[in-house]
């Protein structure tokens, strides 16, 4: 089993940033691929971006557009998300998720955080 406890969410107006953290604790942190999704109301929750087991490579989904960058950090079991830029339509929950393999797809993924709320308004 591996826990994930995702921080770092709240309000910030367009234009602003804000970096989620997720917290891994369980299992081997360095054995998982971590990936970001988000959920906003009323629609599906869609793949935000992931990076390797070994940090050494990442993949965004095309709404990132350059505004997000994924790290971790795997002497701390910690992942990040750290968004810029931010509009509007980035208001969801955003989620933290540890696979064994890379993947954009939400059941790729064996591992979820409950979800911190980014609230982007003006």
């Known amino acids: 089993q591996v826990q994930l406890v995702e921080s770092g969410g709240g309000s910030v107006q367009p234009g602003g940033s804000l970096r989620l953290s997720c917290a891994a604790s369980?299992?081997?942190?360095?054995?998982?691929?971590m990936g970001w999704f988000r959920q906003a109301p009323g629609k599906e929750r869609e793949f935000v971006g992931y990076?390797?087991?070994?940090?050494?490579?990442?993949s965004y989904a095309g709404f990132v557009k350059g505004r997000f960058t994924i790290s971790r950090d795997n002497t701390k079991n910690m992942a990040y998300l750290q968004m810029r830029s931010l509009n509007v339509e980035d208001t969801a929950v955003y989620y933290c998720a540890a696979g064994q393999s890379v993947g954009i797809e939400a059941d790729e993924y064996d591992y979820w955080g409950q979800g911190a709320q980014v609230t982007v308004s003006a």
């Open positions: 990076i390797s087991a070994s940090g050494g490579s990442e």
């Open positions: 369980g299992r081997t942190f360095s054995n998982y691929v």
